[in-house]
């Protein structure tokens, strides 16, 4: 299974049209049931992981032809404001696009291709260039 | 009485702040006084009438003794409620109060507010909206102060203090102290009433007395204490140019801060959190990370006075490119401001006033391709 963006970019801001192709590639054996689609946001870090879906598209065994497997699929959808990319000390915010794949006997396989929204700096980074406020130190 | 006189104003004179702040711990002092003397009565009243309590008689409960407990009854809601207002009134003036009434009609600007955090699901939203300011447009709310404390240690004196009563009756009556007609009139029949097994060991009672009746008098210092620490150092008002706020961006701050005290030391901070739940065997826990902290304002030696609270202003800047306010089930990162002061004697002054970041660009109307 790949999963690519058009252009190679994978650096989106709110508001942008993320497009993104994927192509399955099966042996002749295989047997596929399903194939979920979904552009979502992740936490990691210290806290229990939250999932945000923030576009989801099933395809069930009916809708899945021949031609579904021989040329890549798209997916698309405009991002949004919230919430941007972020790495922080304990928790990190992260977007990704997730294509699972329902096997047989209720296996699965996932790929997930990672790319990020916004911009938004460290707070170290933000610490160095801030200047001291003249107002904060008088006495 | 000097000492503590001193040690509140370090031996300054009265002046009229000084009056009014004695008028202030007087008006809380006699709310403490009445709501306690309502328990003791009551405590006293029901001790006595179980003491009396003939089995099939008629008249058990005389007018008299209900009088006396309507009256106990009485003097606790109304120290009660008295103590309740105290709180509620600390430090804001009726003027204030009032010129927030007055500005409904500017209602309009939280109502876009309100609009703008829909299309920001993840953003976090205030548990404490803003409201319309007196001298910048927005007036941020402080998270509410913590008066659990007080309220525990309310319930904890009034329970000693009721068992104090109790055992304090049952050992002048052991011992033969109740010579006063009152007392004899009553005919205590000990033969019959619910405190046998401790009449009967009154040295048992006088035994559990000393340490009920100090713990008594320990809680009820520290309940007066938190009343104080709560009513001293009056309220905290922080007003906004613009609110939601978004990095990059500069804002005006009014400060405004009443009480009866001379702060050492006043600090603006401006500080941004990640906080992390997690589950840790059968616990749920959360780590709460300061990740950022920048100080706005600060100035030493300030005489807090009711008559007229320290007031200033002054700018501060989002960093540009900072993360915005986010919440998730598990997961959140806060902005706040965090007010805090220092004063000889009293403890340490802190009010959160949490702030809600945006994304610098909301959605576009018409989407970027790449």
Redesign the interface.
Known sequence: MEVG???G?DH??????L?CEYSVNLLPEHEIHAIETSVI?M?E??????I?VHHFERRPKQALTPDTFKQPQRIST?M?????T?E????K?RWCIRVRLFLPDANQVTHDCFFSL????S?A???E??EP?P????? | MRRWYMQFFGGRPFSGSNRRWWAGVAEASLAGVLMLAGVITLCVVLTLTALNWVPDAQNNISSLVAFQLLLSVALIFIGGLWISRLLWHVGVSAERRGAIATRKSEIELLNELRRQRQDLPTVARDQFPPKVGKNLPFRLIPSPRNIWGLVTMGIFSVILVAIGTVLSIIVADSFGFMTNDWFQNLQLKMADNPFDNLSNRPWLAAGWLLPIGLAAMWSIYQFFRQLLKLTGIGSTSLEISNYPLTPGNSYQIFLSQAGRVRLKLLDVDLICQEEATFNQGTDIRTEVTNVFSQRLFRQRGISLKPAKPFETEFDFTIPSGSMHSFKSLNNRILWKIVVTGQAKNWPRLERNFTLSIHPPAQLETKPKVH
């Open positions: 963006f058009e252009d970019v989106f801001q709110p508001g942008d049209f497009r946001w936490t870090g210290k806290g229990d992981t939250d945000g405009v949004p404001a919230s919430p941007l972020y922080g000390n304990i928790l915010i916004g911009e938004t700096k707070f980074k933000i610490g260039e801030i406020n107002t904060a130190t008088s006495d």
